[in-house]
């Protein structure tokens, strides 16, 4: 910056004494008269006494005061109470210039900070004030305003205009909280122009601002276009990086609206497409955040509807790196939930595991009075789904360049699900190679009171699971309420319940999927509730006693029953010998020919299990034998087989002793039994006499056998 040729406000100072200025004595009146428009003010304001004297005072309207203000265009009268008032007063004069400009040159790069009259107090009322900047042709110049105020106008309005060599709308027209102009090539002006204020509330009209000057940027020439047509409630932000002051000169990063508008940050919305250039010698210095708003409130109609959360393309493609894009999920209150579901399985940023990625998603839920932070996470863990009790906020978070061939495969689904009322759930299936880390959400400040969340651990079911805690006791001291753990088992839905308050539970494995779910108290100021825990996977084993025990203990049964079945078949064979031939009773009374009963006798083994057979023991050979003192036939002892009624299950039950005629399961063939010895041929078989009925000779066939007749195989 090489001249000046003004004061920002050239002021006529004068320090006259009263006797100097001719102004009557004692009690003497006076009278001072300022025109209008004149921009001269009077202020007759006390000086310094030598020596000690009498106080003196200013009488105006018949009060006595000590200092008197005299405005462009007022009158006032007014005298002293002294005979000396030039040893008591002083009368400063100060005139306001109308028009004052001020001449910047600039022979290189570097950038000048100006401000407008009277600043940081107000720009005097409907004044015009200019600044001329001298630029070499070669660079290029860019405003911005780093502060200003406007004041309350009654007439005009109050603006900022550019002369700029070249442009065919000389003057140029902006308001104060318009983007300013950028990237112009030579000389311009800059003219602030003052409006009419109201009289009761005037405001304060006031001007900061910087004139950035350097060498033209390549990519100043590349024009972006960035359509946002079709998103709705979305907004891009273009802005730079914090960095440390320097004193140094830095060159400026601007981003230019159609290559005119341009200002160090941009903030785009939805529903237009833009093209945008960049002013900026290295863009790294720049950044972006976007946000987007995903809302249903028609619980009807959002039940189960999903979406892709995606970065468009659009900004992908930009040369200015992503550090934030944000979806803001809203959900009718009490009535929907939602779920989020990672392409890849998610980890949990702890400080035993930290997250090495170039992206990760930083969850939190928002609630009326309670923001819930639910942590930091990136791909490559066991986390496959999260639910959130009501609304939540998914900030996608880059720190590198190559986040973006990475978050292409990663991506995120979510969904309304039915409302569920712990503040949020995490599913996870653990990785059988590592350990997984989780903690409770808030970790910084604690879990809220009251609240409560969950974790569904899948354990597979070769595999058994490790419960860790990190730590021995939560040091919780709760005001109202407990605080409890509750560790499940999904499949005996058995629960052991511990208190937070005390010491927490030894590491256990768990060979079932489990639940762990933390309720908070409503805990006394100080410590909060916080939870660190890990889950790992062993392989299942099995204990090589129990197996010995098995293998010796189904050892020795088989010895045992093996046994049993040659005793049994030895001594079934010693009867078989000691027995003496089949002897069966011989009627010659009665008809020799087959019963012509069709229903007796027809059924065989195969298709029925209702055969009876009557079996008299040796010593009842002989018929006469059977009367007994009063002449009547004594019933003989029969057998009746019936189907086995036990308890039946996936292995067959075991088979009852050898010698027993009663089969145990329906044979498929006409084979015995292998339980049971086959019947021989000759052992005895004999029939009983019928019962006399007096009066019938309806049917002359006997029956073989006077049993009870065998059910049906259907009843």
């Given at each position: ?485 509750i560790v499940q088992e999904q499949r005996t839905r058995a629960e052991e319940i511990f208190s937070l308050e005390e010491v927490l539970p030894k590491p256990g494995f768990r060979h079932h999927s489990f639940w762990v779910n933390i309720s908070n108290c409503s805990p006394l100021s ?190």
């Amino acid at each position: 910056m090489a001249g000046l040729n003004c004061g920002v406000t050239r002021a006529l100072l004068g320090v006259l004494l009263l006797g100097a200025a001719r102004l009557p004595r004692g009690a003497e009146a006076s009278e001072i008269a300022l025109p209008p428009g004149s921009g001269i003010t009077v202020l007759i304001k006390p000086g310094t006494p030598t020596l000690p004297v009498k106080p003196c005072y200013i009488i105006f309207s018949k009060k006595p005061t000590t200092m008197l203000f005299i405005k462009s265009g007022e009158r006032k009268a007014f005298s002293f109470s002294c005979q000396n008032p030039e040893n008591h007063f002083i009368v400063e004069i100060q005139k306001n210039i109308g028009l004052c400009i001020i001449e910047s040159v600039f022979e290189g790069e570097g950038s000048a900070t100006l401000m407008s009259a009277n600043y940081p107090d107000g720009f005097p009322e409907d004044e015009l004030m200019t600044w001329q900047f001298v630029i070499p042709a070669h660079l290029r110049a860019s405003v911005s305003f780093l502060h200003f105020n406007v004041s309350n106008c009654e007439k005009k309005e109050e603006r900022v205009e550019y002369y700029i060599p070249g442009s065919t709308t000389n003057p140029e027209v902006f308001r104060l909280a318009d983007k300013q102009p950028g990237n112009m090539a030579g000389s311009f002006n800059l003219s602030l122009q003052g409006c009419d204020q109201d009289a009761q509330n005037p405001g304060i009209l006031r001007l900061k601002f910087q004139v950035l000057v350097q060498h033209p940027q390549n990519e100043s020439n590349v024009t972006y276009v960035v359509d946002l047509s079709n998103e709705r409630a979305m907004s891009l932000t273009i802005e730079p990086r914090p960095i440390k002051l320097s004193r140094k000169f830095v060159p400026g990063c601007f981003v230019c609206l159609e290559s005119r508008i341009c200002s160090t940050n941009l903030t785009l919305t939805h529903g237009s497409k833009h093209k945008i250039t960049f002013l900026c010698n290295d863009l790294t210095r720049l950044w972006m955040n976007a946000e987007k708003t995903i809302s249903c409130m028609d619980h009807r109609y959002c039940h189960r509807k999903s979406y892709f959360l995606q970065v468009p393309r659009d900004i992908l493609q930009l040369p200015v790196q992503l550090h934030d894009f944000s979806w803001k999920l809203l959900v009718p209150k009490d009535r929907l939930s939602l779920a989020l579901v990672p392409a890849q399985k998610l980890q949990q940023h702890t400080q035993e595991r930290i997250c090495n990625t170039s992206f990760s998603y930083l969850v939190a839920s928002t609630g009326p009075g309670q923001d819930l932070y639910f942590g930091s996470f990136c791909s490559g863990g066991s986390i496959e789904k999260i639910q959130v009790k009501q609304n939540m906020s998914v900030t996608l978070r880059t720190f590198a360049p190559s986040f973006q061939q990475e978050v292409s495969r990663q991506g995120l689904t979510v969904s309304f699900t039915p409302y569920f009322k712990e503040e949020g759930v995490f599913t996870v299936t653990p990785d059988t190679k590592s350990k997984v880390y989780l903690r409770t959400p808030n970790w910084e400040r604690g879990l809220p009171s009251l609240s409560s969340v969950s974790w569904n651990i899948s354990v597979p079911h070769d595999q058994v699971a490790c419960l860790t805690f990190t730590k021995e006791q939560t040091g919780l001291v709760c005001q109202t309420g407990r605080a409890f753990m509750i560790v499940q088992e999904q499949r005996t839905r058995a629960e052991e319940i511990f208190s937070l308050e005390e010491v927490l539970p030894k590491p256990g494995f768990r060979h079932h999927s489990f639940w762990v779910n933390i309720s908070n108290c409503s805990p006394l100021s100080g410590k909060q509730l916080d939870l660190l825990f890990q889950v790992s996977l062993t392989p299942r084993t099995v204990d090589l006693t129990i197996v010995l025990i098995a293998v010796v203990g189904g050892g020795a049964l088989l010895l045992f029953a093996l046994g049993l079945v040659i005793c049994l078949v030895k001594k079934n064979r010693k009867k078989k010998i000691n027995k003496g031939p089949a002897v069966g009773i011989y009627n010659g009374n009665i008809n020799t020919q087959m019963p012509m009963q069709p229903k007796k006798l027809q059924k065989v083994r195969k298709d029925s299990e209702s055969h009876v057979y009557a079996v008299i023991d040796d010593t009842m050979v002989y018929g006469h034998l059977l009367q007994d003192s009063n002449g009547s036939f004594v019933q003989p002892e029969t057998d009746t087989y019936r189907p086995f009624q036990g308890p039946t299950g996936d292995c067959p039950p075991s088979p009852p002793p050898t010698c027993s005629r009663a089969p145990t399961a329906k044979l498929t063939t006409e084979e015995p039994s292998p339980g049971c010895s086959p019947e021989s041929e000759s052992e005895p078989y004999t029939f009983s006499h019928p019962k006399m009925e007096n009066g019938s000779n309806e049917n002359t066939d006997i029956p073989l056998l006077d049993a009870p007749k065998p059910a049906e195989p259907g009843e």
